[in-house]
Structures are given as C-alpha cells and as structure tokens.
C-alpha cells in the first residue's frame, strides 16, 4: 500500500509545486509515516491469553467482535505488518488462529479466531524503559465455576512461591541472552516441589508459567490463598561482569539513612508493572508503597521478616557466595504482604557469565532451592508451628520377619536393614526397628 502511494506522488512530481506545498504542510510526511507492527508475542496464562503488538509509534485502532463464528477484529490505521504470526504456538485454550490483512486507506485488519464466551480488554502502553510503543490485547475465557479444592489440611504452614516477572517482562537478561523469568520460575518450582514433601507445609507458585502477573495481583494471591510466608525469587543484573552472590530484601521504610542501591534495585523490581504491561492506573507509585507502611499496626510483619531474612541469609552464606552480608530494606511492591514474613531474594548476578550458567543448571536452581527450604523449616520451627517430624519405629513380634515387616509397612527389606545398621536377617522380639519414610 505505501508502495502504491509513492509511486503516485512521483507520477504528480514534475507536474507541479503541488508535492512542495504538500510536504510543508506535512501531509506528504502523514502518508509515509506508516506505523509498522515490528513483533507479535502471546503468553498463555491460566485465566486469559495476552497478545503484544511492538509498534515502530502510536497508532489510532478499532476493536470490536464478530458472531458467527466467534472472531474478535482490530483495525491499526495507518500501519504496516512487519511482523509474522507463525512462530505463535496456536491454538492455546482461548486463541484458535490468528489472520491479517491489508483494509483500504493503510489499515491493517487483524482477526482473532477465538473459542466461545472470550472477552477482549485491550490497551497500548506508550514507549518507556526501553520498550516500545505496545498494543496489548487481553483474551479473557468465560469464568468457570471455580471449584473450590479443599486445602488438604487446614492447619498446613502455607508458603507462597513467587517466581519473579515472566510473559512481556522477562526481568534481567544475562549476556549469553538467559532471561531471569526463567532462572526465577525453575527455582520456585524447585522450592514447591521441597515444600509440598514436607509433611505440614505446602507451597502456592504465584505464577506457574510464562506469563505476567501484575505486582499487586501477586500480593492479592498471596493474602487470599492465607499463605504464611512469602519468598519472591530474583537474579539481578549490573554493568559489572563480576559481581556476583546473593542478597536477601525485606520491605521497610527508606530509615534515617537511606540505602540508594537497594531504592534503586526496588524501582527496577517496582517496573516490573510497565514491563509486562499493566494498564498505567494499575502500576504501583511510590505513595501507594508509603501508604501501607505508614499502617503501623502491621507492624508484626516487618520485624518477622526481618527475623526470616536473617536466617535465609545465613543459610545462603553457609552455601553460596553472598553479596551483601546483611539483610537490605526498600519499597518493594511485591512485598506488601505485611502480615506475613516476605523476603525477596536476589539468588545471584544473572550479568556474570559463570553465574548466568550455573543458574540455568537443574542442580543449582535445586541447592538453591534447598537453602530456601530449609531457612523456611528453621524459622517455623523456632516458631513452634513446624513440628519435628517422629520417625515411624516398629517393635518386633513373635513371627515376624523383615520380610513381613518390609511389606506391611510398604517399604523394602534393604532400606529397613540399611537404617538400621542389620548385618543379618534374623530379628529378636521386642527389638525396635526405624522406618523408612514411605
Ligand atoms: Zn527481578
């Protein structure tokens, strides 16, 4: 189409002064100053599918629905695809395909073959922090009925796992191009998976996925999931190639001496919100921040953090390199769920080229994990919510054999013998014998 309108405007060029006073009246420079859409990108999260159009500068669309089948229809005036739809792992639960084409007069018409009962939100985020100008269109299912699954025991020590940005955001980027969404996610998984085999706690993953989830949302699923701690995982990035170990955040105010590097790190995290494409009015400000921690009377919160962050810090230390040998205080948005001890852990530099590929290792993200898992049981235990765990001991009778023993309890004769410290098989009565966990 452009092509097609300069061709014109070369034809009409000898003829007159018509193209000069056109170009001073800055019409010329309208008709050639298409948009281009540069990329498109879909993230699948569970409850709606965001799509992400980068654009070359603001554009003026249209979006509307169609029956019949079901479609959902974007007009961009005065813009030029640049972009292929093909890499998009289509269809996912709400998007079955995706179609463009030209309109007349420069509109690019994109058509979204979606499943029945989705519902569109759409927004553009102007360009800042190095993104560009964005088109974001939300694909919201029908609510189902949500079934409410009965947490498996009331009295459960919940822990909620909060995997750093994801989707649109992918927070630090290493320079061998590793992203820390994804560093952030394996390890929260690692975590859960420690968690949920600890019998008496359980684990919430704030975000399962590759997808974004809004700062505040975070802290709502938190507090509504009744969880009694809260660790957001991270990896940080700086100029400098070799810095490298972990730190360990808590919320606070700024305090009678400021710590600049943490308010700096803090409004890194805190744009976040920009990054992966909240609405403008939905990204947390600084006041909101201020707001809750002038509320004193969740005061409780911030001094268990504090306790917490020193015994997660400790336990780092006696593992891996650390960077600040203290815990470090600023506003962070994700923390804001003061009743409850919340960290935010900084695992390491993602900028380190040797820490960036230690950190994409299973076994990393597993030690890790691990440090965080058992600083979580230290701190409950202190508390005397976390029971020791008693080891299962079975008394020997009249007939029995290791054999009988290994069966009735679903485990194997070598690990009994082995626990134990059996040399042979023959058993007295009335001895006492340790179990393996089954
Ligand atoms: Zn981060």
């Known amino acids: 189409m452009p092509q097609q309108k300069r061709e014109k405007v070369i034809h009409y060029l000898p003829s007159s002064c018509l193209l000069l006073l056109m170009l001073m009246c800055g019409q010329v420079h309208f008709a050639y100053a298409a948009a281009t859409i540069d990329d498109i990108r879909m993230w699948t ?27 959902i229809v974007i007009d961009i005036k005065n813009t030029r695809m640049n972009a292929k739809a093909s890499h998009l792992k289509l269809p996912d639960p709400v998007l079955r395909s995706i179609r463009y084409g030209k309109q007349n007069k420069g509109t690019t018409r994109i058509v979204l073959d979606v499943k029945d009962g989705v519902s569109p939100r759409s927004f553009l985020l102007k360009k800042a922090h190095g993104k560009p100008n964005r088109l974001v269109i939300d694909l919201i299912p029908k609510t189902k009925k949500v079934i409410k699954t009965a947490k498996t025991n009331h009295d459960d020590i919940i822990i909620a796992v909060d995997a750093g940005h994801g989707g649109e955001d992918p927070g630090a980027i290493g320079p061998n191009k590793v992203y820390e969404k994804t560093i952030t996610l394996g390890i929260a998984k690692e975590l859960a ?4 085999a600890q019998p008496g706690m359980k684990a919430i993953l704030v975000r399962t996925g590759d997808y974004f989830v809004k700062l505040g949302d975070r802290v709502k699923k938190v507090r509504n999931e009744g969880a009694d701690m809260m660790i957001s995982i991270h990896a940080d990035a700086v100029q400098q190639r070799y810095v490298k170990g972990a730190s360990v955040y808590t919320l606070s105010e700024s305090g009678a001496t400021p710590d600049r590097v943490a308010a700096a790190l803090a409004a890194k995290e805190n744009a976040s919100d920009f990054m992966g494409g909240a609405l403008p009015e939905q990204q947390v400000s600084d006041p909101f ?39 470090k205080h600023a506003r962070f948005a994700v923390l804001t769920a003061l009743e409850i001890p919340s960290v935010l852990v900084e695992v390491d530099y993602i900028s380190n080229p040797e820490r960036e590929r230690l950190l994409t290792t299973k076994k990393h993200q597993h030690r890790i994990a691990k440090a965080m898992f058992a600083a979580s049981k230290t701190y409950f235990t202190r508390f005397g919510m976390l ?7 079975h008394t020997v009778h009249r007939g029995e054999s290791l054999w009988s023993i290994a069966k009735q309890y679903g485990v194997t004769v070598s690990s009994i013998r082995k626990l134990n410290g059996l040399k042979q098989q023959t058993l007295k009565v009335g001895q006492r014998l340790r179990l393996p966990q089954s």
């Open 193 to 196: 998976k420690l968690i949920n």
């Open 45 to 71: 999260a569970p409850d709606h599918t965001r799509l992400v159009l980068d654009l070359s500068q603001k554009v003026q669309y249209n979006l509307f629905r169609l029956h019949n089948p079901e479609r």
């Open 387 to 393: 029971k020791p765990v008693k080891p299962k001991v």
């Open 289 to 327: 921040i201020r707001n809750i921690l002038g509320d004193m009377a969740k005061r409780d919160g911030l001094d268990s953090s504090e306790m917490f962050a020193n015994i997660l810090l400790k336990q780092l230390k006696a593992h891996f390199p650390i960077k600040y040998n203290k815990p």
